[in-house]
């Protein structure tokens, strides 16, 4: 069957697993009422994950520096042009409307959209919203956000913007059991950078991770996939993979997570509700890992420290001391739990049946 235009809507998701995976979880839901087609970036992850689920269309786009310069004139001249490229895939397919949850990709496809006069639907899933969502969530038909920290900041703003928490895939809400070789009652310790991985974390790790060992822990390590030193840690109880699909079922397992703070991150393990020491990533655009961290750990969900001030000895210690201490690990996942908010994706799913439907038929 061939989807009418009416049914067809496109989702603008590119780069990293924090816009990727919610988008993923939110076309889930959205599947059941359109013909979902993707738009993203060429190289990007987005390459990998989507084109076996729904078809991929890709534009060139990059983001903009924050000192100008003759970069930044390149970078306006290409964000026009794939606003171009964007408005006529959307003519062309006649499509219904735009989701889309981030990455270089939404700012063109907001404005193509809107140019066409198509409903757009925003979601913003970090504490401190991105510069897309500042400069463009006053053209959207409703901007969603994961944190009710971004709402208020966007009200300052004057954007108006609903809490509906950051969606998670489906499996999240049903993890199946873990296929890795974890002895039954054994602590186990995830190590995650993010979806692109963290050399820092992951060097700082494989110095402590001989006294985990010692204290009967096992340790998944998720190296990404640019550490040049993956091999340079052998033990039993040490798994190390570039990445690992089922990340349900693994911070299900999981006592405990020592993981960079993306807001996706974040989100799964919430859903999992898995106690976490959360190293913001240093660099992150307007430090927002450290405000989703702050999130957590105000409600009791985690532990952060930032990336200077954790030596080896301190993170050897907090983790050892947490792995000791099972009625703080409780608490600290049933206040993981209560973070959660698995209706996110019927709610995105909700607010873009409700653009569509406000929009007159062109």
């Known amino acids: 069957m061939v989807a009418t235009a009416s049914q067809r809507l496109l989702i ?23 013909s979902i087609e993707w738009l993203g970036v060429p190289d990007r992850l987005e ?4 084109p076996d689920r729904y078809p991929l269309h890709t534009v060139r786009a990059t983001g903009f520096q924050e000192r100008f310069g003759l970069k930044t004139l390149a970078t ?30 939404a700012g063109p496809a907001i404005v193509a ?17 991105g510069r897309v969502t500042r400069w463009l969530g006053h053209w959207c038909d ?9 709402a208020v900041r966007l009200r300052q703003r004057h954007i108006s913007a609903l809490c509906t928490g950051t969606p998670a895939r489906e499996t999240f809400w049903h993890p199946q059991p873990l296929a890795l070789p974890i002895p039954d009652g054994a602590p186990l310790i995830v190590v ?23 204290a009967g822990a096992w340790v998944v390590h998720l190296t990404g996939d640019r550490d040049p030193d993956v ?12 990445f690992y699909d089922d990340m349900a079922s693994l911070f299900g397992r999981a006592d405990l997570a020592v ?14 509700a898995t106690p976490s020491l959360l190293i913001p990533y240093p660099y992150a655009a307007d430090d927002h890992q450290t405000h989703n961290a702050q999130v957590f750990v105000d409600a009791g969900a985690a532990r952060c420290f930032t990336q200077a001030e954790l030596s080896p000895d301190r993170l050897r210690g907090e983790v050892l001391s947490l792995l000791q201490n099972r009625s703080q690990l409780a608490v600290m996942a049933d206040r993981a739990r209560q973070l959660a908010q698995p209706d996110s994706a019927h709610q995105l799913a909700t607010l873009m049946a409700a653009a569509i439907a406000r929009t007159p038929r062109r």
């Open 12 to 34: 603008a998701a590119s780069g990293t697993g924090g816009h990727l995976f919610p988008a993923l979880a939110a076309a889930q839901e959205l599947a059941d009422q359109w």
């Open 47 to 50: 390459t990998k994950l989507v």
């Open 76 to 105: 306006a001249c290409g964000l026009v042009k794939s606003v171009f490229e964007v408005r006529r895939l959307l003519k062309q397919g006649q499509f219904a409307g735009v989701l889309t949850t981030g990455g270089y990709i």
């Open 113 to 129: 959209a809107r140019s066409l006069g198509l409903p757009v639907v925003l979601h913003e899933s970090n504490a401190i919203p």
């Open 142 to 150: 409703t901007v969603a956000v994961g944190f009710e920290a971004a």
């Open 192 to 214: 995650a950078g993010g979806s692109q991985g963290a050399v820092a974390l992951n060097r700082l790790v494989r110095e402590v991770a001989t006294a985990w060992f010692a």
């Open 231 to 242: 091999a340079s840690l052998e033990h039993p109880q040490y798994i190390a993979l570039p």
């Open 259 to 272: 993981s960079r703070s993306g807001a996706g991150t974040l989100t799964e393990l919430a859903a999992t």
